[in-house]
């Protein structure tokens, strides 16, 4: 969807939406492409991939990423795909980290963590101060089942070397929640949460898999694992900003953290301030958006940095109010799957 009605002074006006919702964190895809094949997220034989020329270049990605920024961005997560795949990924951190003199206040990257153990000293040179690891299980048979990679090892060993560099931090591990899978390990996650400097997150599991298998049954909820983890030390919750989409507790005796994110179970649509750039320059509004905004094709056909704001604000004033997971058949599933979207 492409809009050519003028906006007065876009480059002026903040991105806010018909709800009052002020958009303030944009996720961008680096790459579609991934090496894992995480089963709840790709095929086995992966997706086929976007062509090398519609995916953004670092110049393209930093432009757009300028233009948001000045519209009021204050944090952006660089993700994919698998972000670590693109080997410019150092680079284009070093130049988007160089937009906190425009007002960018928070940086950070959503990686599998299997190619840390390399990169992580380039990302903390170019100026990564945050980060979100994925890591589903400590179990090396069941990571080895669900990514279809045998490399927890080489992650395990990639959170090491990231421990190495102080200024990213801090260390945040992204678990997603699944019944039958996540249940045995809730305590020893609990426990890998106190002995190391890492914040670890359960987010429930979403109907954004690519073989469109989602059952709702499949869902373990923030719930029934904060109750596990309560029940063996009890949690206290640490104050949030309002539009976290997290719920974040420290244990009572003061060591160590851990958050839920629900979706589905407790959504949280109405504070959402995120909107995503796919790898291929297409605006998505909410992760189950069935539109989406096309900034690659204005932007290659030479419009200007206040034609593209204009672009960015009709989208945002189509951000939708919410997502429909739990309206039976009003929900539509999303016309892309997590991977392609950039998680
Ligand atoms: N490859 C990077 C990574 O592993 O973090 C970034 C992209 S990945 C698509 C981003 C996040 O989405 C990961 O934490 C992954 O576990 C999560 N994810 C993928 N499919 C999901 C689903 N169906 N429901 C919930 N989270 C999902």
């Given amino acids: 969807m492409t809009t050519t009605r003028p906006i007065d002074r876009p480059m002026e006006q903040p991105l806010v939406d018909t709800y009052r919702r002020r958009i303030e964190d944009l996720r961008i895809s680096v790459t579609d492409r991934c090496n894992f094949r995480c089963q709840y997220c790709m095929p086995a034989e992966g997706l086929p991939w976007l062509p090398t020329a519609k995916v953004l270049s670092d110049d393209e990605i930093v432009r757009l990423a300028t233009i948001f920024v000045r519209l009021g961005i204050k944090e952006i997560r660089v993700t994919g795909g698998?972000?670590?795949?693109?080997?410019s990924?150092?680079?284009?951190?070093?130049r988007l980290s160089a937009l906190?003199?425009?007002?960018l206040q928070s940086l950070s990257i959503t990686t599998n963590g299997v190619l840390l153990d390399k990169m992580a000293g380039r990302l903390a040179e170019a100026g990564l101060t945050r980060i979100n690891v994925s890591l589903d299980t400590l179990v090396q048979q069941k990571f080895h089942r669900i990514t279809r990679?045998?490399?927890?090892?080489r992650v395990l060993h990639g959170l090491e070397i990231l421990e190495q560099y102080p200024t990213i931090r801090p260390i945040k591990i992204n678990a997603v929640a699944m019944k039958n899978f996540t249940e045995e390990?809730?305590?020893d996650f609990a426990r890998l949460a106190r002995t190391k400097p890492y914040l670890i997150?359960?987010?429930?599991?979403?109907?954004l898999d690519a073989d469109g298998t989602w059952r709702r049954e499949q869902v373990l909820t923030g719930r029934e694992i904060f109750e596990v983890m309560n029940a063996w030390k009890p949690l206290v919750p640490v104050p949030t900003g309002r539009s976290s989409t997290s719920r974040v507790y420290r244990f009572a005796d003061g060591i160590g953290e851990v958050g839920f994110i629900n979706p589905v179970s407790e959504p949280f649509c109405a504070t959402c301030n995120r909107i995503r750039l796919t790898a291929d320059g297409q605006i998505r509004t909410c992760l189950f958006s069935i539109d989406e905004w096309d900034l690659s094709g204005p932007m290659r056909a030479g419009a200007?940095?206040?034609?593209?704001a204009t672009i960015m604000h009709r989208a945002i004033s189509h951000k939708e109010l919410k997502h429909k997971i739990n309206e039976g058949a009003a929900f539509q599933r999303a016309s892309r799957s997590m991977s392609q979207i950039g998680g």
């Fill in 304 to 308: 200007s940095d206040d034609e593209l």
């Fill in 89 to 94: 990924l150092p680079n284009i951190v070093r």
């Fill in 100 to 103: 906190k003199d425009e007002g």
């Fill in 201 to 207: 997150r359960f987010i429930e599991y979403m109907p």
């Fill in 82 to 87: 698998e972000p670590t795949v693109r080997p």
């Fill in 149 to 153: 990679r045998d490399c927890l090892a």
């Fill in 185 to 187: 390990e809730i305590l």
